[in-house]
């Protein structure tokens, strides 16, 4: 049976959910998901305890500190996206899951982490090395290295972010929805479908634009040349038909001794797409870690 904890961190609220028992992963989403993402895969057929918060902004965990203002963390009419602090960043969100990690007690854990929650897991194996068990890595990014075109992708998520304040959620999840990285979504079965859409429709806008302006490929560190300090063993995921595969495939070669493993006819979320393919990976991996 699931818990459903309601956690503070420096101020901030987090929701997190855990389950099962035996070595503990950490299970991080993608932009507009939410922990119920994960469901069907998180625990591994009950092998492990998995650990799935809602990342900031999404779900029932903030995107600042209570401590920021009166009512920080609520959302207000009056609110612009300049006026919201940056608890949502990539950086900051690896520190607070190292210290919810050691809160729960996990001690050392395996991180499996999608797209922006792949990106949040390569920063918390390079932040916090002593945390990280095993690295499961699915369509990650190291971020944009290039200034130019990170400004730009910063501006483009900063125009999102307004659209997603000013438009509201439903005309918000529909534009994601029809981003090129999610067009392989069409092909999935109805109720997964159908799962994914009103998981998006249920988030409060402020947070969504919270986590595009502050934990966007725009905001965050590049980490190419980081890379080279993950210790943790590393299994990189990606569909063979993921637009962003050529980023996926420059993770896993700048971390020493990553494996790439390529899912044959999956888009940007194998484990949507090809749930049972993502889920022997996963398994084969982190139970190899446990032998």
């Known amino acids: 049976m699931s818990q459903r904890l309601s956690m503070q961190v420096d101020g901030m609220p987090w929701t997190v959910r855990v389950a099962g028992h035996g070595q503990p992963v950490l299970f991080l989403h993608g932009f507009s998901g939410s922990g119920l993402s994960w469901a069907g895969i998180a625990g591994l057929g009950g092998r492990f305890r998995a650990i799935v918060p809602d990342l900031p902004g999404h779900g029932a965990t903030g995107w600042q500190a209570d401590e920021t203002r009166p009512g920080a963390g609520e959302p207000r009419a009056g609110d612009a996206v300049g006026d919201l602090r940056p608890r949502a960043s990539v950086e900051r969100t690896a520190d607070d899951l190292a210290t919810i990690a050691r809160r729960l007690g996990a001690g050392l854990v395996h991180v499996v982490g999608y797209s922006m929650g792949a990106r949040i897991a390569l920063r918390l194996a390079i ?6 068990n095993r690295l499961v890595l699915e369509a990650p990014s190291a971020g944009i290295a290039d200034p130019v075109a990170r400004a730009e992708r910063a501006a483009l998520d900063a125009e999102r972010a307004r659209l997603a304040v ?5 005309a918000f999840a529909a534009r994601w ?13 109805a109720a997964a479908r159908n799962r994914q859409r009103a998981i998006r429709r249920a988030h409060a806008p402020l947070g969504l634009a919270a986590s595009l302006v502050y934990a966007g490929q725009g905001a965050m560190e590049p980490l190419h040349d980081r890379l080279g300090e993950v210790q943790a063993p590393t299994l990189v995921i990606v569909g063979s038909d993921d637009p962003a595969r050529p980023r996926a495939e420059e993770v896993a070669a700048g971390i020493p001794a990553a494996r790439l493993a390529v899912v044959v006819g999956a888009g940007h979320g194998p484990h949507l797409e090809r749930p049972d393919r993502f889920h022997a990976l996963v398994l ?8």
């Open 127 to 132: 932040s916090h090395p002593g945390a990280v």
């Open 166 to 170: 000013t438009e509201g959620i439903e």
């Open 177 to 189: 929805e029809a981003e090129p990285a999610l067009a392989s979504e069409v092909a999935l079965p």
């Open 284 to 291: 084969d991996f982190l139970t190899e870690a446990a032998a």
